[in-house]
């Protein structure tokens, strides 16, 4: 499994990605492999505002369907429009071309909540 160290993960098994004041929010390597293959996703629409720790979608997979919650709060300023023609794009590419939406940030100290890299990997060995 692959978690990058840039990124900050939630126990939901999100990450984010900041760049700036935005980030990018993806489904993690773990949570792809969990879920396996996924068949629909749900997600926002641009302006939307999401808050921390609120479903703000889902993933369907032929295992299960999960809801999403996000790592951080804000609107949402872009939905990754390719999801709704290559779904797997999820599994095969969950940290670059599997994103999901682009949020501004609109309180950093929720990034202080967020695991680092290392962090999640232990969190994800003990929950196996």
Avoid: C
């Avoid at 098994?13 to 969990?34: F, L, N, P, S």
């Amino acid at each position: 499994m692959d978690f990058p160290e840039e990124l900050k993960y939630s126990k939901e098994h999100i990450w984010v990605r900041v760049e700036g004041k935005k980030g990018v929010i993806g489904i993690t390597d773990y949570a792809q492999q969990e879920l396996g293959t996924v068949t629909a996703i749900e997600l926002p629409e641009a302006g939307d505002e999401l808050e921390q720790d609120d479903s703000f979608g889902s993933v369907e997979a032929r295992k299960t369907v999960a809801e999403l919650y996000a790592p951080v709060s804000g609107p949402v300023q872009e939905v990754n429009e390719d999801l709704q023609e290559a779904l797997e794009l999820l599994n095969d590419d969950p940290y670059d071309g599997g994103w999901l939406v682009v949020v501004e940030i609109t309180d950093p100290e929720e990034l202080n909540s967020l695991m680092t890299a290392e962090d999640y990997m232990d969190y994800v060995s003990e929950n196996e």
